[in-house]
């Protein structure tokens, strides 16, 4: 047995997951960017455009109790929230400012399913960016809570290093993550500073900009403990 279900996931499954009530209908909305010009002797014309980014809204409800309609199970890692646990972490990635990935997915139903994490076999898997979140208390209920999520498409984008090769510039294509940047580094056997710089922020020659962060003196480079939690910028 075979059935739809919704997966909000943050920051590589730091936070996850799965709607516990499926939406009635999901409307995912695409369209393009096209103008009309009018043209003399030639009348009104379509300048076809870049596709706009991807709109999807959700509509549906955070139950407060497990009704029989509602899909994930009242214990266990996926376990059901309280509804208002669901409205706090969606808040939560809000204020992040970064974007969360939308799943939605045929999920194979058997009895010893971990539906934990989520399926393979995915029929939607995009970031996307929360541009409006709605709740309300459901009237006549025991703390059921309403909402209307809008996602747009996200579109990861930076700045990329070029080089000169035989007088042509190439640009060098870096795998862009929704995973946010390690804050701290615990140092390992044969690390130095320059090697972690390398590592972490790209150029080893910041390996000072390490260095002042920590209060790590010149005669102490040579001498840094394995274990040791390095701040990062």
């Given amino acids: 047995m075979e059935e739809y ?6 920051n590589e499954l730091e936070d996850l997951f799965r709607l516990p009530v499926n939406p009635e209908t ?4 695409e369209s393009g960017d096209s103008k009309s010009y009018t043209i003399v002797d030639l009348g009104e014309i379509n300048a076809i455009a870049y596709p706009k980014l991807t ?17 994930v199970r009242s214990e266990g890692p996926n376990r059901l929230l309280r509804p208002f646990e669901y ?3 969606i ?6 400012r970064r974007p969360i990935r939308f799943v939605l997915s045929g999920v194979n139903l058997k009895g010893e399913q971990d539906d934990s994490a989520i399926p393979n076999d995915l029929a939607l898997n995009m970031a996307m960016s929360i541009e409006g979140f709605t709740w309300k208390l459901s009237a006549g209920t025991s703390g059921d809570v309403e909402y209307s999520l809008s996602l747009k498409k996200y579109v990861f984008y930076q700045a990329s ?7 042509q510039v190439k640009a060098e294509s870096k795998r862009a993550s929704d995973k946010a940047a390690p804050k701290t580094y615990t140092m390992k056997a044969g690390d130095s500073l320059w090697s972690i710089a390398k590592k972490v922020l790209g150029d080893g020659q910041k390996y000072k900009v390490i260095q002042k962060l ?5 005669s102490e480079l040579k001498k840094l403990p394995i274990g040791k939690v390095l701040k990062l910028p």
């Fill in 26 to 29: 999901l409307e995912i909305k």
């Fill in 91 to 96: 808040q939560k990635w809000m204020k992040s």
């Fill in 87 to 89: 409205v706090e972490m």
């Fill in 55 to 71: 709109e999807i809204t959700i509509e549906s409800i955070f139950p407060a109790q497990h009704y029989p309609f509602v899909l």
């Fill in 161 to 167: 290093p070029v080089k000169i090769v035989k007088g």
């Fill in 5 to 10: 279900g919704f997966f909000l996931s943050f």
């Fill in 214 to 218: 920590n209060g790590i003196k010149d």
